[in-house]
C-alpha cells in the first residue's frame, strides 16, 4: 500500500534537547519515525529544543527554559510554565509555518499542545508518550481526543488502558533500526539495567535482585535524578554493580549485546520500554515485570521471562533461571515485530485516518 507523500512538522518533547536522554525514550521515537517517513519521500522537519542533534533529519532548533518533567510531580499539580518556555516558543514557530505542512505532529506530554490544537488551520496529532499523569493532562487530552478523531497515538494498549479515552487511541508500538544493534551470542557473566535513573524506574530493585544472585549488574542511562541514585548507592555499598554512562547506540548495543539478561523493574506503568526491543535485537533476554507496555514485548518463556511486579524473589528466579532463552529467539523477535518497517507502515496509516 502506498501511502500520498506528505509534509510533516515534528514538534519534540519540551523536557530536554534530543540526543541527550533527558528525553527518554521518546527521543528515539522522534529519531525513527522521522527516519523512516523521510526516507519513504515524506518532508519531515523537527522542532526541538536548543542543542538537538538527529541524524540525516532537519532539525529547527527553539531556543528557551525546559518544560519540568511531568512524571516529578503529582496528580493534582496545576499547569506549570516557566517564564520563556521553549515549549511555548516551539508552537509559536509551528504557528508561524503550519501552511506549508499536511500535518503537525505533536511529541510533547504538555497541556499547551493539546490546548492549541483548535486554534491552528492545521490539523494536528499527538503522540502520547505516557501513561496517565496528571488530572489537569487527562481533561485536555480528552477533550482533544473526543473532539478530534483518530488525533491520539499512543505506543501500547496497557498504556491507552490508563487514559478515560483509552478506546480513542490509535495502536503505534515502536521500534529501532535494526542494522544498528548487532546480534550477540556469547555474553559474558554480567547482566544489565538500562534507563533513565529516576524513582519510577525502581532501579533499586535490580540492585537487590542483584545483591542476592551474587550476578553482576552494570547500569546504563542518563542520571536524571542525581539524590536518587546517591541514595541507591549508599543502600547498597556492597552490591555487585557497575555504572556504565550513558552511550551513543553504537557503544551501548555493543555491550548491551554482552548481557546475559536486561532487567526491567519499572514501578510505573511503562508506556512502552525501547529498552526492551534494544536488548533483544542484541539477543539479549529480558526480565520485566508484568505490567504496562514490557508485558505485551517480552513473550514468557521464550524472549524472557514476564515476573509478578514488585516481587524481587521473583525476579531472582527470572534470573537464575536465564539460560533457559535461546538468544536467537530473541533478535528473531526484533526482527519481525520491531523493524521500522512495521513502525513506518503504522504511522502512515495512521496519518492516512487523519488526512482522509
Ligand atoms: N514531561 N512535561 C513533560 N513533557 C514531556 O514531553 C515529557 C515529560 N516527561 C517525560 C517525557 N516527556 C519523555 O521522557 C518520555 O519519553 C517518557
Partial sequence: MNSPQRTLLFISTPVGALGTGQGGGVELTVQNVAQELQQRGHQIEVVAPTGSVLKGIRVTEIAGELQIAVQTQGRNVPIYMPENPALANMWEYARQVQDNYDLIVNFAFDWLPFYLTPFFRTKVAHFISMGSMTEAL??????????????????????????????????????????????????????????????????????????????PLKIYGKIQDRAYWQKIQQDFPDAPIEYMGFLSTEELQQELGKSRALIMTPRWIEAFGNVAIEALACGVPVIAYRRGGPSEIVRDGKTGFLVQPDSINDLVTAMKNIDTIERIDCRQQAETEYSLTVLGDNFEAWFDKILG
Avoid: H
Avoid at 184 to 208: F, H, N, Q, Y
Fill in 138 to 215: 487527562d481533561a485536555v487530552m480528552n477533550q482533544i481526543a473526543e473532539k478530534y478523531p483518530n488525533c491520539i497515538g499512543v505506543y501500547t494498549k496497557s498504556q491507552a488502558e490508563t487514559f478515560p479515552f483509552a478506546n480513542k487511541c490509535e495502536i503505534l508500538s515502536s521500534a529501532i533500526d535494526l542494522s544498528l544493534y548487532n546480534f550477540c551470542d556469547t555474553p559474558g557473566d554480567s547482566m544489565a539495567w538500562l534507563g533513565r535513573i529516576a524513582p519510577e524506574k525502581a532501579l533499586e530493585d535490580a540492585v537487590t535482585a542483584a545483591s542476592i544472585t551474587g550476578i
